[in-house]
């Protein structure tokens, strides 16, 4: 199951209470006040993990909590610490604060962490209220309270090429024809409910990591189909395909489906809208698609591949242009740094 957005509670753990001792040995009648200090609770953390993908493991789990800390003991004996609770999300977690929608935290590079609970901290003993006028003192301090706070957690994929297109546009068959990924394919809309990511390789030791999105329909920027739900895994993504079906079973036209998908985009965010893209007409081996295609590249005034995913005509070509404008788009950030 593929859960990209949960709702989660955090506890840290309280801090140990400090102690009231004195200390009282043969040799030493005057030893004065020896209580130690509690110990710190646990933070409750979040680390970027390669093992896991989803918040599948969050959802099952909706309060996470960590130990408290242990009272101090005598002989100025402090107390031990609360043991943090560290718990592993995937790159491109994004952590809210439930109530004011506040952005605490954007998690992408493998070992990145972030503290989404503080523990509290350890009371003092009595040893720290001593003074030449109070030599007996029988104060000491409570532990404070770990942070408690409710969390919205949302995942957005990261990845190179995001490929985007209507339902039944082909995205699964192509991504499976490109890498070692294997999606569900059938023929009917929304096959695919969760995005899949395909790793691409280049030939030169390098990778290009792919994802497959569910297809989007009018209205998905509001919420339409899965709309809104997926199109955040879109702003990971640095570079976009925009799979048209070039001869759709419904009659429908391409140059208005691909302009349908390109105006969700521009309503669900400005930035999304103007990402880098290329148009793939897919399905050529169809009836009428050829001719599909000569119209889209002279409407749209744009260069338009001509694939087909099923029989893997032009895929070969259409990979190199998709390699050659990621490794352009890589050399570009490179240089700005």
């Given at each position: 199951m593929f859960i990209d957005?949960?709702?989660?509670?955090v506890k840290a753990g309280r801090g140990g209470d400090g102690c009231v001792a004195f200390l009282r040995e043969k040799f030493r009648?005057?030893?004065?006040p020896a209580g130690g200090d509690g110990g710190k609770g646990g933070d409750v953390i979040f680390e970027v993990s390669t093992n896991v993908d989803?918040?599948?493991?969050?959802?099952?789990?909706?309060s996470l909590k960590a130990k408290n800390g242990s009272p101090g003991a005598n002989k100025n004996c402090s107390g031990r610490k609360g043991a943090d609770l560290v718990v592993p999300v995937p790159a491109g977690t994004v952590?809210?604060?439930?109530?004011?929608?506040?952005l605490l935290a954007d998690l992408t590079g493998?070992?990145?962490?972030?503290?989404?609970?503080?523990?509290?901290?350890?009371?003092?003993?009595?040893?720290?209220?001593?003074?030449?006028?109070?030599?007996t003192p029988r104060e000491f301090e409570f532990g404070v309270d770990g942070e408690e706070r409710d969390l919205h957690?949302?995942?957005?994929?990261?990845?190179?090429?995001?490929?985007?297109?209507?339902?039944n546009a082909g995205k699964s068959t192509l991504i499976s024809v490109i890498s070692s990924a294997r999606p569900k394919i059938a023929p009917y809309p929304f096959t695919t409910k969760s995005p899949n990511l395909g790793i691409v390789e280049t030939g030169d030791y390098r990778e290009i990591v792919v994802a497959d999105l569910p297809g989007l329909i009018e209205g998905a920027h509001a919420g339409a189909g899965l709309g809104d739900e997926f199109l955040r895994h879109v702003e990971r993504t640095s570079f976009l395909v925009h799979l048209v079906d070039a001869a759709p079973p419904d009659g429908s036209d391409p140059v208005d489906n691909f302009r349908l998908i390109e105006r969700e985009l521009a309503l669900y965010s400005k930035v999304l809208a103007e990402r880098p893209r290329i148009i793939?007409?897919?399905?050529?081996?169809?009836p009428g698609a050829e001719k599909n295609a000569k119209r889209m590249r002279k409407e749209l005034g744009e260069e338009v591949l001509a694939i087909s995913g099923a029989?893997?005509?032009?895929?070969?070509?259409?990979?190199?242009?998709?390699?050659?404008?990621?490794?352009?788009?890589?050399?570009?950030?490179?240089?700005?740094w």
């Amino acid at each position: 199951m593929f859960i990209d957005e949960v709702d989660i509670h955090v506890k840290a753990g309280r801090g140990g209470d400090g102690c009231v001792a004195f200390l009282r040995e043969k040799f030493r009648p005057w030893g004065g006040p020896a209580g130690g200090d509690g110990g710190k609770g646990g933070d409750v953390i979040f680390e970027v993990s390669t093992n896991v993908d989803t918040l599948l493991h969050l959802y099952r789990k909706r309060s996470l909590k960590a130990k408290n800390g242990s009272p101090g003991a005598n002989k100025n004996c402090s107390g031990r610490k609360g043991a943090d609770l560290v718990v592993p999300v995937p790159a491109g977690t994004v952590v809210r604060d439930a109530l004011s929608k506040e952005l605490l935290a954007d998690l992408t590079g493998a070992g990145t962490r972030f503290i989404a609970g503080a523990g509290g901290k350890g009371g003092r003993g009595n040893q720290h209220f001593a003074s030449s006028t109070h030599q007996t003192p029988r104060e000491f301090e409570f532990g404070v309270d770990g942070e408690e706070r409710d969390l919205h957690l949302e995942l957005k994929l990261i990845a190179d090429v995001g490929l985007i297109g209507l339902p039944n546009a082909g995205k699964s068959t192509l991504i499976s024809v490109i890498s070692s990924a294997r999606p569900k394919i059938a023929p009917y809309p929304f096959t695919t409910k969760s995005p899949n990511l395909g790793i691409v390789e280049t030939g030169d030791y390098r990778e290009i990591v792919v994802a497959d999105l569910p297809g989007l329909i009018e209205g998905a920027h509001a919420g339409a189909g899965l709309g809104d739900e997926f199109l955040r895994h879109v702003e990971r993504t640095s570079f976009l395909v925009h799979l048209v079906d070039a001869a759709p079973p419904d009659g429908s036209d391409p140059v208005d489906n691909f302009r349908l998908i390109e105006r969700e985009l521009a309503l669900y965010s400005k930035v999304l809208a103007e990402r880098p893209r290329i148009i793939v007409a897919n399905k050529m081996d169809l009836p009428g698609a050829e001719k599909n295609a000569k119209r889209m590249r002279k409407e749209l005034g744009e260069e338009v591949l001509a694939i087909s995913g099923a029989t893997g005509t032009g895929v070969k070509a259409f990979l190199s242009h998709l390699i050659q404008r990621v490794s352009e788009m890589r050399q570009l950030s490179r240089s700005r740094w």
